[in-house]
């Protein structure tokens, strides 16, 4: 029972696969070969991160895979319900990764504020000689208290994040698909766990004028669109700062730069590009964009705790 883990797994997922007597494979095969090396190894399963894709062409010539397996939460490389109408199970791991792409959001929200994703990159080469210069362009930092934050997708990551920048002193604003009232536990060392209610809205445009920052945690919207463009621009207002640590896409990027360009957007927080894993220049070169490469859910307890849930689901599908 060969699994071909394309875009790697943690050891821990490993460990716990060939225990239960499957062989794991981690050398990742070019997507041109990968249907010819299936084929070959007579692989079952394929698991995939974002870099490998799984369309209907290479799910009908690989009649031999029963389980496809995506290492986060996002499927839109896999087609899915054409792969579950063949017979083929489908699994991705939602939970396992939503705390550290909340830290990297709320770090991103720190970063912004006091612009040190600049600072850190100018001080090595111009602190010497222009100190003074240097104080002075930031110098005009915010403090994220009593600021909104506004959090555009609240399932599992918009509410770790939601329960760290309230547990700051911040408001937030929740958009869902449905309205609903939603427990967010705060954890506060010393006083134990406090509960907060916050009650999600579903329409976009009706909160934009309120927030200072915005955070994106939802797919494309299914009709392969954006969901910030520059009639969603319009509506923020004037020094708000937004942070897509979601899907490449989501937010329009020439709509982006423009409203960097005009002031609209303060600043701007990328973990994730419409081109990867070639982005657009202009976007990683740009002054008021903290950029980073697609690491939301990359620390070592998520990939462990990605690698043994989708261990799980692999030995459930072919045990039971």
Same mark, same amino acid.
């Given at each position: ?34 249907? &010819? %090396?299936?084929? !070959? ?11 490998? $894709? ?34 083929? %199970? ?25 612009? $040190? ?7 090595? #080469?111009?602190?010497?000689? =222009? ?19 506004? @959090?555009?997708?609240? #399932? ?14 911040? !408001?937030?604003? #929740?958009?869902?698909?449905? &309205? ?19 009650? %999600? ?9 309120? *927030? ?28 708000? /700062?937004?942070?897509?640590?979601? /899907? ?5 990027? =020439?709509?982006?730069? &423009? ?6 957007? *303060?600043? *701007? ?6 081109? &990867?894993?070639?982005?657009?220049? =202009? ?20 990939? #462990?705790? @990605?690698?043994?849930?989708?261990? =799980? ?8």
């Amino acid at each position: 029972m060969k699994i071909l883990a394309n875009d790697g797994i943690s050891s821990e997922g490993i460990e716990k696969l060939e225990g239960a007597g499957f062989t794991v494979v981690t050398e990742h095969v070019p997507q041109d070969k990968l249907v &010819e %090396t299936i084929r !070959k190894e007579n692989y079952i399963g394929l698991l995939v991160r974002s870099a490998t $894709t799984v369309r209907k062409d290479l799910i009908d010539a690989c009649p031999e895979l029963k389980f496809i397996g995506r290492g986060g939460v996002g499927m839109d490389n896999i087609d899915v319900e054409y792969a579950r109408s063949k017979g083929i %199970t489908v699994e991705n791991t939602p939970a396992a990764s939503s705390q550290s792409v909340a830290e990297l959001a709320m770090a991103s929200l720190f970063s912004l504020s006091r612009s $040190t994703y600049d600072s850190y990159k100018e001080m090595p #080469g111009k602190g010497y000689e =222009d100190f003074k210069g240097l104080k002075k362009k930031y110098s005009k930092g915010v403090e994220l208290r009593g600021k909104t934050l506004l @959090i555009v997708g609240f #399932g599992r990551i918009g509410q770790a994040l939601a329960s760290y920048a309230l547990g700051i002193g911040m !408001k937030v604003i #929740g958009i869902s698909l449905d &309205e609903e009232e939603i427990e967010i536990p705060i954890s506060i060392e010393g006083v134990g766990q406090v509960i907060s209610k916050i009650k %999600t809205t579903t329409n976009l445009n009706d909160v934009l004028g309120v *927030a200072d920052y915005i955070s994106m945690h939802v797919p494309k919207s299914p009709d392969g669109k954006a969901v910030i463009t520059k009639s969603e621009f319009e509506k923020m207002k004037n020094g708000v /700062r937004i942070m897509n640590i979601a /899907r490449g896409g989501v937010i329009e990027e =020439d709509d982006l730069l &423009e409203a960097l360009r005009s002031g609209k957007v *303060a600043a *701007a927080a990328l973990d994730v590009f419409e081109n &990867e894993p070639s982005p657009r220049k =202009d976007l990683l070169q740009h002054s008021q964009i903290a950029n980073t490469p697609h690491i939301g859910a990359a620390t070592s307890e998520a990939q #462990g705790r @990605i690698g043994t849930e989708l261990a =799980d689901k692999i030995i459930a599908t072919f045990k039971n």
